[in-house]
């Protein structure tokens, strides 16, 4: 039988189905679990949020995705009560995020293929403010297991954040300015789209001045107070609760720390701090700007959109400690902390997305003219190929930590001699905690939504080795089930 040699026209149609296969692939693959899980725990659904999220961080361990992944396992993780495996994941990620920033620059050729790449599909390097709070949630999952060695440098890791991401906003915020005055030729490709960004002008994104997430502070801050291993723990829980004073002037407790801190000796004082996480923060969704483009057309641009998590979220606890009321005061709003990233960021990325859509709407059109030049079947499929190419790419990047809390609050006084306090939460009752009379005692509390019981769980913050005190209550019995001395 005589073997004939493919022709050139056979091996183009090969190519273009081979191409267009995969594009469709990818145009018509499945939803994103990470999504899934994200919905499944903002409905109160932690087994499936379990469940979801735990599958989409081992698919994605050593993907793009492997620091949000990780991120949302160990948020997820440690509202179930799970907290060695919420501190493998946050310590992953916290492993990731220091070794993209130590990789050396990427070369011509990966910073083309990054632009060349859907935006969702590029590595996801954490916001400032999801780096500060992924490393304070790591440090309040090794204090929940007692180990305080671990916690001491994850704590240190987030004011290590707090302060690379101020200087990452200034710069950002440099960056955008020098953009604006360069970008004479491109002005009118971004008239549609930076009228958006105004929407993030209003009092919703004025973010702090110095973006400072005033809730790591204090949970450093209390840390160090219940340690004071070294002579500098009480200045630095100083300087932490200062700090915070500054950015929250109204909040009586953080003023109050300071000034103990300042007066302390060399025992912890008998102190409990409760930690109130409540609501959701807000999310990124796509936004679609039809834009002008050179020898083209108008073409459909997919763009990020920070939006507020319109949840009701519940208001301030009432905590009773032998007879005596204290509540919660706010302590860091992350609508406005994440919103002040996102709106320094975001003349960047518009002009970042702009010249990659152009970069790949270039090859698009390439594609579609030379199928055009190709009869039958290979030249159809060539051009399905490049539409589906700009289908694909043409993607906002709507990654982000969404079980993070809406606002922190908290609030501070002295143990009570009983070691029991009560937390209110109408109409759900109230719960009775009991804490150590002596040392620092912290209380970390998460309410999703008013209606639902809010998870609880404390621990005293013991010197370096020791073993810490851990409880959590309110959430329903099963496998999630945290209470006392659990951690399965």
Not at 22 to 32: E, F, P, Q, R
Not at 96 to 104: G, V
Not at 131 to 139: I, N, Q, Y
Not at 475 to 486: A, E, F, V, W, Y
Request: aromatic letters at 8%; a negative charge.
């Amino acid at each position: 039988m005589q073997q004939r040699n493919p022709t050139s026209t056979q091996r183009t149609t090969a190519v273009a189905i081979a191409l267009a296969t995969l594009l469709l692939v990818a145009v018509t693959g499945c939803g994103s679990t990470l999504y899934e899980a994200q919905a499944a725990f903002k409905a109160g659904d932690m087994r499936a949020a379990e469940t979801l999220i735990t599958g989409y961080a081992k698919r994605n361990r050593r993907s793009e995705h492997r620091v949000i992944a990780h991120i949302e396992l160990g948020s997820i993780m440690f509202e179930a009560g799970r907290y060695s495996d919420s501190a493998r994941a946050f310590q992953y990620a916290e492993d990731e995020l220091l070794a993209i920033d130590r990789a050396p620059p990427p070369s011509l050729t990966e910073a083309l293929e990054t632009t060349l790449k859907n935006p969702a599909e590029a590595t996801y390097l954490g916001t400032p403010a999801e780096r500060v709070m992924s490393a304070t949630m790591l440090g309040l999952a090794y204090c929940m297991l007692g180990d305080f060695d671990a916690a001491r440098p994850s704590f240190r890791s987030a004011g290590f954040w707090q302060e690379d991401g101020i200087v990452r906003h200034r710069n950002r915020i440099d960056e955008a300015q020098r953009l604006a005055e360069s970008d004479a030729q491109g002005s009118a490709l971004l008239e549609s789209v930076e009228s958006a960004s105004r929407r993030y002008e209003d009092s919703f994104f004025v973010g702090y001045e110095s973006v400072s997430n005033s809730f790591s502070d204090v949970v450093q801050g209390a840390f160090l107070l219940g340690q004071l291993a070294g002579s500098s723990d009480a200045t630095d829980a100083e300087f932490l609760f200062g700090r915070a004073s500054a950015v929250h002037p109204a909040n009586e407790y953080a003023a109050a720390d300071a000034a103990i801190a300042a007066s302390i000796g060399s025992s912890p004082p008998d102190r409990t701090y409760v930690l109130y996480a409540a609501g959701f923060s807000p999310f990124i969704i796509e936004s679609l700007f039809a834009l002008p483009v050179p020898g083209v057309g108008i073409v459909t641009a997919a763009f990020p959109l920070l939006v507020p998590d319109r949840t009701r979220s519940p208001g301030p606890l009432t905590v009773e400690a032998d007879g005596v009321a204290f509540t919660t005061e706010l302590v860091a709003d992350m609508d406005r902390i994440v919103g002040a990233d996102f709106n320094a960021d975001l003349p960047v990325i518009t002009r970042r997305h702009v010249a990659a859509i152009l970069a790949r709407n270039s090859i698009a059109v390439g594609t579609r003219v030379a199928g055009r030049r190709i009869e039958g079947i290979g030249g159809a499929l060539l051009q399905l190929a490049g539409l589906a190419y700009n289908i694909w790419q043409n993607k906002a990047d709507l990654r982000s930590w969404r079980s993070l809390p809406k606002r922190f609050m908290y609030a501070s006084f002295p143990t009570p001699p009983s070691g029991v306090i009560t937390i209110a939460s109408p109409p759900l009752g109230a719960e009775r905690i009991e804490v150590s009379p002596t040392g620092v005692n912290m209380v970390y509390i998460r309410a999703l939504r008013p209606g639902v019981p809010p998870t609880v769980a404390s621990f005293r913050v013991g010197r370096a080795g020791a073993e810490a005190t851990a409880s959590a209550v309110g959430i329903d019995p099963g496998p999630l089930d945290t209470r006392k001395g659990s951690d399965r």
